[in-house]
């Protein structure tokens, strides 16, 4: 199987990119973060602090996601329902940051990323894809952009939901979040040895497309 690996903070452009080379190649595209976001939500639901990893941890085998591609489009389901919309909203983002640092989450997380990667081509996008999840994975990219054209992207991306965000809130956001994301003890946010890293800060999503292509387009000859 060829797999390959999309690590980057928040807002650097995984996930567009992600999306583009799997329609690009015919292949997988397996949305990582999705999958925090999904138990992130489900605490959030439970009213179960995520800063408490004991009760985290508890209720963590109680969690029901399952990933299904309807469309060749990826969506997560909590315990039978679609919430692949309602893990947008920005209030999760720091919830699925803070409850990715847990171990054992990572772990149950990680084994389901493995397992799907194992049985398809596919192109998996995260923070710790390369380093962790799939260190053997065929090519290794990793994305950055400045904190500011990171926090703009995504004032724009909630705008086009209808979310409007004030823009020093949402960069103040992506600097806390970079920062625990980079220092948490396990598997943290970080930048493979093998990784050809690419700054999108002042790329169009093209630009950032057509490097990528011509780095993977050797391996699906």
Same mark, same amino acid.
């Given at each position: 199987?060829?797999?390959?690996?999309?690590?980057?903070?928040?807002?650097?452009?995984?996930?567009?990119?992600?999306?583009?080379? &799997?329609?690009?190649?015919?292949?997988?595209?397996?949305?990582?973060? &999705?999958?925090?976001?999904?138990?992130?939500?489900?605490? +959030?639901?439970?009213?179960?602090?995520?800063?408490?990893?004991?009760? @985290?941890?508890?209720?963590?085998? +109680?969690?029901?996601?399952?990933?299904?591609?309807?469309?060749?489009?990826?969506? @997560?389901?909590?315990?039978?329902?679609?919430?692949? +919309?309602?893990?947008?909203?920005?209030?999760?983002?720091?919830?699925?940051?803070?409850?990715?640092?847990?171990?054992?989450?990572?772990?149950?997380?990680?084994?389901?990323?493995? +397992?799907?990667?194992?049985?398809?081509?596919? @192109?998996?996008?995260?923070?710790?894809?390369?380093?962790?999840?799939?260190?053997?994975?065929?090519?290794?990219?990793?994305?950055?952009?400045?904190?500011?054209?990171? &926090?703009?992207?995504?004032?724009?991306?909630?705008?086009?939901?209808?979310?409007?965000?004030?823009?020093?809130?949402?960069?103040?956001?992506?600097?806390?979040?970079?920062?625990?994301?980079?220092?948490?003890?396990?598997?943290?946010?970080?930048?493979?040895?093998?990784?050809?890293?690419?700054?999108?800060?002042?790329?169009?999503?093209?630009?950032?497309?057509?490097? &990528?292509?011509?780095?993977?387009?050797?391996?699906?000859?």
């Amino acid at each position: 199987m060829i797999n390959i690996a999309i690590d980057g903070p928040a807002g650097s452009g995984k996930s567009t990119l992600a999306k583009n080379i &799997a329609k690009e190649f015919n292949i997988l595209y397996l949305d990582t973060g &999705a999958m925090y976001r999904t138990i992130a939500l489900a605490m +959030k639901q439970n009213n179960i602090d995520v800063n408490n990893e004991k009760l @985290v941890v508890e209720h963590l085998n +109680k969690v029901n996601l399952e990933i299904k591609y309807i469309n060749s489009a990826q969506h @997560v389901f909590l315990d039978g329902v679609d919430v692949s +919309k309602d893990i947008r909203a920005n209030e999760i983002s720091m919830l699925a940051s803070t409850v990715s640092k847990i171990k054992l989450v990572r772990k149950k997380l990680v084994e389901m990323q493995r +397992k799907i990667a194992s049985q398809n081509d596919c @192109v998996l996008d995260g923070r710790d894809i390369g380093t962790y999840v799939l260190p053997s994975a065929a090519l290794k990219i990793f994305l950055i952009a400045t904190p500011e054209v990171r &926090a703009k992207r995504r004032k724009e991306e909630l705008a086009q939901n209808g979310i409007e965000v004030e823009y020093d809130d949402l960069l103040n956001e992506i600097k806390a979040r970079d920062l625990q994301d980079s220092t948490r003890s396990f598997a943290p946010l970080k930048k493979a040895d093998d990784a050809i890293e690419i700054d999108t800060s002042n790329n169009t999503i093209e630009d950032t497309f057509k490097q &990528a292509v011509n780095l993977a387009s050797k391996f699906f000859k």
